[in-house]
Structure formats: C-alpha cells, structure tokens
C-alpha cells in the first residue's frame, strides 16, 4: 500500500527554522512530483512549494527566499527547508505525490511558530 509519512513539525520561535520530511514507500518515487500543503482550520489547503520528477521546483510567494524544497530519489523523501518563520506559516503542512492518474496524500506534520 502506498504511503506518505510528514515528520519534523513542532513549535519554533519567530525566525527560527525547521525541516520537514516527507517519506514515501509503495511508490517509484522517483517518477512523482511531490508537493508540500498547508492548511489552517478554517480555511482551504494551499500549495507552499513543488518539485517536479526533473527536479523543476516553485513556490508559494509568501514562502519565497525562505523555504527550500528538494528530493532524495535513493531515500523516498522530500524536503522542505523552512527558515526565517513567521507566526503566519503556523498550519498543518501535509505532501502529496502526484504521477499521471495517481495522487496519494500524507496524514500532516504540525507546524507552530510563536511570536
């Protein structure tokens, strides 16, 4: 069965940084582009960062020149870099996989940033 696994939330200081991963196991991960969500009680689940099968990455105005994303196609996992945080970024980030047809979405990662 395929699944997604976030890691690496918490709860950070304004300016601080965190990493969160992104594993993945069933798949040829390799072949997907992964993309990192957010979400806020309340509101939709908007697109942070992507990064294509060929390594093509984009992001989210509000996170540019903060946030990272990159892959390691031998370890199944995907990064996302987050520095210089804001109270604003605080949500719950999840992954998704994305191959032609296929979609698979991880449970989330919990992000906290205090002022």
């Known amino acids: 069965q395929v699944q997604l696994v976030e890691s690496g939330g918490g709860l950070v200081q304004a300016g601080g940084s965190l990493r969160l991963s992104c594993a993945a196991s069933g798949i040829t991960f390799s072949g997907f582009s992964i993309t990192w969500y957010r979400q806020v009680t309340g509101k939709q689940r908007d697109m942070v960062a992507t990064?294509?099968?060929?390594?093509?990455?984009d992001y989210a105005e509000s996170v540019k020149g903060r946030f990272t994303i990159s892959r390691d196609n031998a370890m199944n996992t995907v990064y996302l870099q987050m520095n210089s945080l804001k109270p604003e970024d605080t949500a719950t980030y999840y992954c998704?996989?994305?191959?032609?047809?296929?979609?698979?979405w991880g449970q989330g990662t919990q992000v906290a940033v205090s002022s």
């Open positions: 998704k996989a994305n191959r032609w047809i296929n979609s698979y």
């Open positions: 990064i294509s099968s060929g390594g093509t990455t």
